[in-house]
Nanobody
Framework: QVKLVESGGGLVQAGDSLRLSCAAS????????VGWFRQAPGKERESVAA????????FYSDSVKGRFTVSREYAKNTVDLQMNSLKPEDTAVYFC????????????????????WGQGTQVTVAS
């Protein structure tokens, strides 16, 4: 079983930045497509970003486009989510998810399309 661990969350002020990391313990992310999702209290889980298996294609939701950047950090064996210009509405638990065997030209934005999930990291943006 692939085990994913998110890190980097915390409490920040509006306009600040955070960098989240998704690590696959004991494994390389090579060969896996990775998505970032978030779930706010009382809200359903939503896709915010995704990256293909070699980083050739990325996806961002309209609400985060231009502010968030997803990247493959091979030296750290992580997929990171750089979050800039954070807004209170970004407050949520952020999850990473992975699936094996995706084409480098394909990203998925539905949770059901992923096989492995981390436990989440809390991001709180104060106004």
């Amino acid at each position: 079983q692939v085990k994913l661990v998110e890190s980097g969350g915390g409490l920040v002020q509006a306009g600040d930045s955070l960098r989240l990391s998704c690590a696959a313990s004991g494994r390389t992310f090579s060969g896996y497509g990775v998505g970032w999702f978030r779930q706010a209290p009382g809200k359903e889980r939503e896709s915010v970003a995704a990256i293909s298996r070699r980083g050739g294609k990325t996806f961002y939701s309209d609400s985060v486009k231009g502010r968030f950047t997803v990247s493959r950090e091979y030296a750290k064996n992580t997929v990171d989510l750089q979050m800039n210009s954070l807004k209170p509405e970004d407050t949520a638990v952020y999850f990473c998810a992975a699936v094996m065997g995706l084409s480098d030209s394909v990203v998925y934005t539905r949770g059901a399309q992923y096989d492995y999930w981390g436990q989440g990291t809390q991001v709180t943006v104060a106004s």
